[in-house]
Structures are given as C-alpha cells and as structure tokens.
C-alpha cells in the first residue's frame, strides 16, 4: 500500500464525527479516533508491547515486532472498505496508545472481518467494549450488514467480549483451533456498554 496513499471519508462521516472522549468505569478518560499514518511508530510499540498470549490472541500466530509493510497497512487505511480507531490517553507527558479495533470490508461491501486489541495493562477495564462500540456503529452506518471475527478457541476474554455485545458463535469448519463470532448489523442491536462490560486482551 502506497506511503502518500490518501484517506477519503464516505459522504456524510468527516473526521471530527469519528473522534469520541469516553470515560471507562474507573473514570479514566481515553479518547478513540481514527488511526493515522502519523501513528506508525506507536502502533509498533503498541504492538511489540503486547505479552506474548496477547499477540497470539490478535495474529493468530506469533508475530513480535510487525513489520514496516505490516505497519503502514495498519495505519494508513483505505477508508471506503476499512476503519481503524484507536484508544489514547494521556500519560502527562505524551499520548499512549492503549488499544485499537478495526475491520476490514469485503469485496462486495456487505459484510467486514473484525478484530480488537487492548494493552494487557489496560484489559478489563472496558476499553475493548468501547472500541468495538464505535467500530459496530460506523460500520452499520456505511451500509455493512454483517460483522465477523475469527478468533482462537482458548481466547475466553475475546468469547466473554463478543457474548457481551450479541455476537453469536459457531465453530470454525476449516480449523478446530478457532471459532467464528458473527454478527448482523442490520438487525442486531448492539448492548450499551455497562459497568460491568468485559473487555478483550
């Protein structure tokens, strides 16, 4: 994917409508907005930051420093067919990057794969909830009907997660090791996150 390659918004969603400051139950305020091309060096560190069961979590496979073709697919996003949002907050000396959620559009536009990932330090604090909250939302918004990810059997947090937000789940017909959770945009309602909400490594 091209270095200068430029983000273009679909009709009607502009920036400053996919930038949120929430507050998850402990009071802490975060911010989430799109992922940049300017965040490729924390995306790195985020990820390279990641406990090893984390990364396995998120790749389905060992992967522990990405590369630098990996990290601009990561930043720099087609935004017709894909989002990424991020999860700041602020250290008092700089923005840390706690977490990030994304889907990726299929090629007839009706359906996107999914995938959350939150710092271990930051886990079970309903970052994840939020992130996958606004990711379902916008989706819904650009016309996708139906949202799947593809996740390890072993992963109990992602099951918890995805239970929490009425995805349902069925088993991987092409690999025992994994599960399938989808969910249907059109005419699924997702739950409010809540005080109680789990939250995905």
Known sequence: MSGNQTTIEPPGLQPSDLTWSDVLRDGTEILVRPIRPSDEDAERHFIE???PESRR?????????????????FTRIDSLHEMAFVAMVDTGESEEQIGVSRYGA????TSCECAVVVSDEWQNRGVATLLMGHLMDVARERGIERMYSIDSTANSA???L???LGFLREADPDNA????????LQTGSRRAPGPDAPARP
């Open 177 to 184: 090791t994994q599960v399938i959770h989808r969910f249907d």
């Open 57 to 73: 979590f998120r790749f389905l496979g060992d992967v522990k420093t990405p590369s630098d073709a990996l990290l601009k697919q």
């Open 49 to 51: 930051a990641l406990s």
């Open 162 to 164: 995805a239970t929490h």
């Open 106 to 109: 299929g090629i007839d536009g």
């Open 158 to 160: 992602m099951h918890g």
